[in-house]
């Protein structure tokens, strides 16, 4: 049963110090998503990548988060320095093409 | 870019009940999905429809592309259906971005 992994499921962290969240994508899938998910403005596309090229970062805050895909089965999401207003649930999707996009279990962010 | 409208905004059933939900979208879309966030925050696709009808059980979809919106209905209501359920399209030009609805908080009372 393919899924999208993440890691780490959970994090608490002090204002200032980077974190870095994975995904692992279903393997054979070609474009990769990172959203957010917060109260306040739900479910928002941060960015994501087709066969591992940035495509649409304009969701994503530039001076503090970076996204990359080092290779086909890793996408990471760095936030440096993290703050308060970070606080929330990331989400990775992966999908062929432009297909149905499936969603990993979250990474759930807590900034103090 | 594209407006994504759920209605309503919460319900509350009693088990075996029937329920239907509705998406309303601002332009034409490439993609159209239904999910499910169960209670513990995992998002679970439920149909990928950007047009027709769909069934998987209880529950069924139907998207009509040209009047811009989506319906998604579930039958016999059960206690595990509580949670919140998504709309999410993407629109003609959006490349694979998903906008999402602010969802539908559906609870299940046995």
């Known amino acids: 049963d393919a899924r999208v992994t993440q890691t780490p499921r959970h994090k608490v962290t002090e204002m200032g110090q980077e974190v870095t969240m994975r995904c692992q994508p279903i393997?054979?899938?070609?474009?990769v998503f990172w959203y957010r998910q917060t109260m306040m403005q739900g479910l928002e596309l941060l960015a994501y990548f087709r066969n591992r090229a940035p495509l649409d970062d304009s969701g994503m805050p530039k001076d503090r988060f970076s996204a990359e895909m080092p290779d086909a089965t890793l996408a990471t999401l760095k936030i440096q320095p993290s703050e308060p207003r970070d606080s929330a649930v990331y989400f990775c999707?992966?999908?062929?093409?432009?297909?149905?996009?499936?969603f990993g279990p979250g990474t759930r962010l807590t900034v103090l | 870019g594209i407006q994504v409208e759920q209605s309503p905004p919460d319900l509350i059933l009693q088990e075996g009940a029937n329920s239907t939900l509705r998406c309303n979208f601002s332009d034409s879309v490439n993609n159209l999905q239904w999910f499910h966030q169960n209670p513990w925050g995992q998002l679970i696709n439920l149909f990928y429809?950007?047009?027709g009808t769909k069934q998987n059980g209880r529950l069924s979809a139907t998207t009509v592309a040209t009047e811009r919106y989506s319906l998604l209905y579930i039958s016999s209501s059960q206690t595990t259906d509580s949670g919140v359920y998504f709309c999410?399209?993407?629109?003609?030009?959006?490349?694979?971005?998903?906008?999402f609805g602010q969802g539908t908080i559906l609870t299940v009372h046995p």
């Open positions: 999410a399209v993407v629109g003609g030009t959006s490349y694979g971005k998903l906008t």
């Open positions: 429809i950007p047009s």
């Open positions: 999707a992966s999908a062929p093409r432009t297909d149905t996009q499936y």
């Open positions: 393997l054979g899938h070609n474009t």
